[in-house]
Nanobody, 116 residues
Framework: QVQVVESGGGLVQPGGSLRLSCAAS????????MGWYRQSPGKQRELVAD???????NYGDSVKGRFTISRDNAKNTAYLQMNSLKPEDTAVYYC??????????WGQGTQVTVSS
């Protein structure tokens, strides 16, 4: 069994920054892919960013140049540095982990609210 826990969400003013963390634990041999998704009311869940074990990254168009994903393979942890936040970034942010063998796991989500 694999557990995925996000942290770091909260309330921030427009233009501010937040850093999210995602820690995976349990029966893990390796994690080829870790990623962040987000979902706001009435919208589909969308990719924010993901990162492979070799640190190749992908970003959603709406966050390119503002968000940075990184990971620490020794800690099975991924991070999302979010800068220049906008009200439209408000959403529940979920971490998704794909382990060796192809199984994927989701965290419970962390709320990010951008508002003055």
């Amino acid at each position: 069994q694999v557990q995925v826990v996000e942290s770091g969400g909260g309330l921030v003013q427009p233009g501010g920054s937040l850093r999210l963390s995602c820690a995976a634990s349990g029966s893990i041999f390796s994690i080829p892919l870790m990623g962040w998704y987000r979902q706001s009311p009435g919208k589909q869940r969308e990719l924010v960013a993901d990162i492979f074990r070799d640190e190749r990254t992908n970003y959603g168009d709406s966050v390119k140049g503002r968000f940075t994903i990184s990971r620490d393979n020794a800690k099975n942890t991924a991070y999302l540095q979010m800068n220049s936040l906008k009200p439209e970034d408000t959403a529940v942010y979920y971490c998704r982990v794909v382990v060796a063998g192809g199984d994927l796991y989701w965290g419970q989500g962390t709320q990010v609210t951008v508002s003055s």
